[in-house]
């Protein structure tokens, strides 16, 4: 099972999270065109390497969080600590 | 259609013989070593086609530019060996009770090619329409499957809602009683619905287009795709022209290069600088050992998560939905069986005492409609035939005669009209999702 | 704070309904108890400093006084629990503008596991780190157990023994309980 290192609760079971997916910016809803907005949804790198990405902690502490995940390993890097900062332990 | 029966009668120019019961009967008894499938010539470096990725997609493509259009110089270059990707790790299941009437239709077409298959490419690909059933344990699954089989009846497809009794008269070994955790309230039913030898569709496919001419190039891997003109970085991206790839046997020149590289469709496509709505997943499968033949049809459940069929042999063929998160590794994992073993066991509790063989996993490139993305990029000669997901094996037939159609005229034919890339900008998405959540 | 008040809420677990073994002996090692109807209200406000001041607690902690738990449940909410009417009262008169005050008695299950082999049987059906270096009493914490996602308070009895407090969504109750029971067979676990 993967552990996932939440910065709330800790390495948890990846069964306890959901996950959402590759992380983007989000374009300003005020100013974007349909299609930017579209590429903002759909478009993605899907790399096989290092990808941020985001996660919510369903099971735990209820709170999105974006992390550094190596896609063909699996191993995570630079994770966030309670408050946004990062650099934690994997 | 020419059929290559007719080229393989005997033997054609290539020295194939003709597969045939005698033919077997004939190696049985002389045990003599079988001729190779397809021929191993030097790689050439230029081509006026180069398709990437030896899954059946790719063998397809190049097949029907062979037969249908007379396009013959032509190579399918794969990293590894043919059906090394999802096209020799699925679970075969063929079927074309989709949702949507784009998806019906095409998968529909795929159905009447994989039918005829046997004869056109003279293998024993053993199709064996079984017949197919999705099971409903709630009210909205029920729903869905009146709306599928409703779309599917309009277009002439062999599908319905049943009651349970019916699904018990069909599937003897399910548990059908309002007891059950999960209580079976109908099923959609699709008779033509069944399941195919993958190998043999990729060898068939192999082997038919070996014979026109097409070259294939086994542990040839894509490094680069080489585009000048294009806005983006290097040259490459919209607006430009591509003109060859780069391998690691050496530089190919090619007007057109064709990405049918399935789970690794998006590193392909960046390195034309061209960007997808694809994210890469595992779907993990598992069998178990052989038992005397009680299951006679494909049995799925989208709420379970899980499908089933048994193959010829006995062993019981299991799939289940793609793995949680994005993952370019083929690892199987622990929750899998053990999810898988929990929901088998609510719809068959009978076999509780089966052993698992083994577990595997393929990579698959989801889209955000379930539906995939073919024909043109914003790169002139690059085309691609991706975003097959869970559901892509079925589709190889239509596929392969779709996209060389689109090569051979430059035009997107009507038939996959619907799943060109820009429908992505304008919000057109064709939502399969309701058909095909459940990987198969 | 066992509620000894007449249940304002039905408990979603039927008594009598449990597969518990006939085995009831006050020297049981292992109980289980079930505490629905005990009264919780939910605090949430942005300002975790804010939370921290009205109710003595943080995030990953609970504080007792008397028969009231005040726990940080998340980061920025608090869960009260105690006496109905009594936990209703304490977080009206601390609500401050911004807070998000909300009765949750009628939407959660409440089962207490106490007992020497508490961490045992939760272990069976959890992957929570249930040591006492990262569980010790007065911890808080979230996580699906019996695939239940449930908050979980580390509360030992006054007598020191282990005791943990789950509560969930109420239409859990009953599979939560008989899931319990069935991690705890083996150590001989007793209901009430
Ligand atoms: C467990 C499982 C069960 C499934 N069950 C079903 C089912 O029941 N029914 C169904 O219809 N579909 C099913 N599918 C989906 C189906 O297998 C795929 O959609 C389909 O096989 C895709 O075929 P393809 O030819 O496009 O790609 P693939 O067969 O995946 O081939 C892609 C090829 O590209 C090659 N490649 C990648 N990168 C490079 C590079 N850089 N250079 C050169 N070559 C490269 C790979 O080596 C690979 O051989 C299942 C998939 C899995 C994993
Ligand atoms: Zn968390």
Request: proline share 5%; with cysteine.
């Amino acid at each position: 099972m993967l552990l996932v290192p939440c910065p709330n609760c800790g390495p948890r079971n990846s069964s306890d999270l959901r996950y959402v997916g590759e992380s983007h910016k989000r374009p300003d809803p005020a100013t974007t065109t349909p299609e930017e907005w579209r590429t903002y949804l759909y478009m993605h790198k899907n790399p096989a390497d290092w990808m941020m990405e985001t996660w919510y902690c369903s099971s735990g502490c209820r709170r999105f969080f974006t992390i550094e995940r190596h896609t063909a390993t699996s191993e995570f890097r630079n994770p966030p600590l309670p408050g946004g900062k990062r650099g934690g332990r994997a | 259609m020419p059929s290559v029966t007719n080229m393989l009668r005997d033997k054609n120019q290539h020295g194939q013989r003709r597969y045939s019961a005698f033919g077997l009967l004939r190696k049985g008894l002389s045990n003599q070593p079988w001729p190779r499938v397809w021929r191993e010539v030097p790689l050439k470096d230029s081509y006026d086609v180069v398709i990437i990725g030896g899954g059946v997609h790719g063998l397809a493509t190049a097949y029907y530019l062979a037969v249908n259009h007379g396009i013959t110089n032509v190579a399918v270059v794969d990293k590894a060996y043919l059906g090394s990707g999802g096209s020799g790790r699925n679970t075969a299941i063929v079927r074309s009770n989709y949702l949507t009437p784009e998806g019906v239709a095409f998968y529909d077409r795929s159905l009447t090619l994989y039918n005829s298959m046997a004869d056109d490419l003279n293998i024993n690909v053993m199709f064996s329409e079984r017949g197919h059933l999705t099971l409903a344990h709630n009210d909205s699954s029920l729903r869905t499957m009146h709306w599928r089989a409703e779309v599917n009846k309009l277009q002439d497809i062999d599908s319905s809602v049943i009651d349970p009794a019916e699904i018990k008269k069909i599937v003897p070994s399910l548990d059908v009683t309002s007891e059950a955790r999960y209580p079976i309230l109908g099923a959609l039913y699709h008779p033509p619905g069944g399941i195919i030898r993958h190998d043999a569709v990729v060898w068939g496919y192999a082997r038919a287009a070996d014979a026109y001419g097409v070259e294939m190039h086994q542990k040839t891997e894509v490094l680069d795709i080489l585009v000048e003109g294009g806005e983006g970085r290097d040259g490459k991206g919209a607006g430009g022209q591509v003109t060859g790839v780069m391998t690691n046997r050496g530089k190919i020149s090619a007007p057109i290069v064709v990405n049918c590289t399935a789970g690794w469709a998006s590193l392909i496509s960046d390195m034309a600088g061209v960007d997808l709505p694809i994210s890469t997943r595992p779907l993990q499968a598992a069998v178990t050992e052989p038992v005397k033949v009680f299951l006679p049809a494909v049995v799925v459940s989208g709420s379970l998560h899980t499908y089933v069929s048994q193959t010829d042999r006995g062993e019981l063929v299991f799939g289940a939905a793609v793995d949680p998160y994005n993952n370019y590794s083929i690892r199987g994992s622990l929750e899998f069986t053990e999810g898988l073993a929990g929901h088998v066991m609510e719809l068959m509790p009978g076999i509780s005492r089966m052993k698992l063989l083994r577990q595997w996993a393929g990579l698959c490139d989801m889209t955000p409609d379930y539906s995939p993305i073919m024909g043109a990029t914003p790169v002139e000669g690059f085309l691609c035939d991706v975003g097959w997901g869970t559901y892509g094996f079925k589709a190889g037939p239509v596929s392969g005669e779709a996209m060389a159609e689109c090569i051979a005229t430059e035009k997107m034919p009507a038939i996959i009209a619907a799943f060109g890339l820009e429908r992505f900008a304008k919000g057109d998405l064709v939502g399969e999702k309701g058909a095909a959540a459940v990987g198969h | 704070m066992a509620n000894t008040q007449t249940p304002v809420f039905r408990s979603p677990v039927a008594a009598g309904s449990s597969t518990a073994p006939a085995t009831m002996g006050a020297t049981s090692a292992l109980s289980l108890a079930d505490e629905t109807g005990v009264g919780i209200v939910s605090v949430r406000n942005r300002d975790e400093g804010s939370l921290i001041e009205r109710f003595a607690t943080r995030f990953g902690r609970a504080t007792r006084s008397g028969n009231t738990l005040m726990a940080g449940q998340r980061p920025g909410e608090c869960i009260i629990m105690g006496d109905r009417s009594g936990v209703v009262g304490l977080a009206a008169s601390k609500q401050l503008a911004g807070d998000a005050v909300v009765e949750l008695t009628h939407g959660r299950v409440v089962l207490r596991v106490t007992g020497a082999q508490a961490s045992s049987t939760l272990e069976k059906v959890c992957s929570l780190d249930w040591s006492d270096a990262m569980m010790p009493n007065g911890a808080v914490t979230s996580g699906s157990v019996a695939k239940v996602t449930c908050d979980v308070i580390r509360d030992d009895a006054a007598n020191g023994t282990r005791s943990y407090l789950l509560t969930a969504d109420r239409s859990f109750g009953q599979y939560l309980f008989d899931a319990l029971v069935d991690a705890g067979d083996e150590f001989g676990i007793v209901v009430g």
